[in-house]
């Protein structure tokens, strides 16, 4: 609810402020504490903070199939649009997937192919994602979305048949295809659509590691087995996708962007 109804960044940072608090109450179930790091989650996703949503995901139980969901939808706000298509593909089918996560799955696996141009393809999962949607009474695969591809989705399937099917089976709350697709085009507007804060490989998240364990570059060469000029240039792209030009510096920005935890201090 949050991140379909916030005006500001504010109202997301204040929920996920807001439900910290239960995290150690000792007094949830398995599935509230799901339900918890799930939520979680998709505010971080919101907010473009992907790696604070990562540690929120692997919060979640082995068996909870909102982790692919998650996952997919991160690389999608990364920016990652092939491999966000890839993993859609490979778990779509997948008989660990609930109907509602497989109807989230369509819905991001056709943003991603409107990102890269495809957009027949796009079209055809989308109206995929609406018929899910309908299915099982949600529309929330739709409508947790990044607003501009969404809106790009709904011009491209606009005049098909599915959208007055799925005015029908909203009719409490919709009077017409037209108003569910104009709502649709209004809420969840403060989510990004692509993170801006920095997105680290496994290696330079290695670095980073090595970075905050205080080794030398000469050290850090030895653990690589690399050069110790080759680890110098790796710094220096390190530094300037975090917009610093020094070790204690990119240590701050780590920090700030969760790629940096408890474990570290």
Known sequence: LAVLS???????????????????SGVLSEAETDLLAFGRSMVFIALGQLRWAELDRE??????????????????????????????????????????????????????????GDEAAAKSDFLMAVS???????????????????SRLIDLTADSPVWAEAANEFSETFTSPAQLM?????????????????QLSAGEAQLIDFLARGLSVAEIAEELHQVTGTVKNRLSALYRKFGVSNRADVLIRARSFGYLTEQHD
């Open 132 to 150: 899910l949607s309908t299915w099982v009474s949600s529309l929330l695969p739709l409508a947790l979305l990044p607003l501009p591809d969404r």
């Open 182 to 198: 104009e709502r649709l085009r209004e809420i969840g507007s403060v989510s990004v659509d692509r993170a801006e804060a920095p």
């Open 59 to 116: 919060k979640l139980s082995p068996t909870c199939d909102a982790r692919i969901v998650l996952d997919v939808r991160s690389k999608l706000v990364a920016g990652r649009n092939d491999e966000a298509i890839a993993c859609a593909d490979t778990w779509f089918y997948h008989r660990s997937l609930g109907p509602r996560s497989r109807a989230e799955l369509a819905a991001i696996r056709a943003a991603a192919k409107l990102r890269t």
């Open 6 to 24: 916030a005006e500001a960044e504010s109202g997301l940072l204040f929920v996920n402020d807001d439900a910290e608090r239960f995290r150690d």
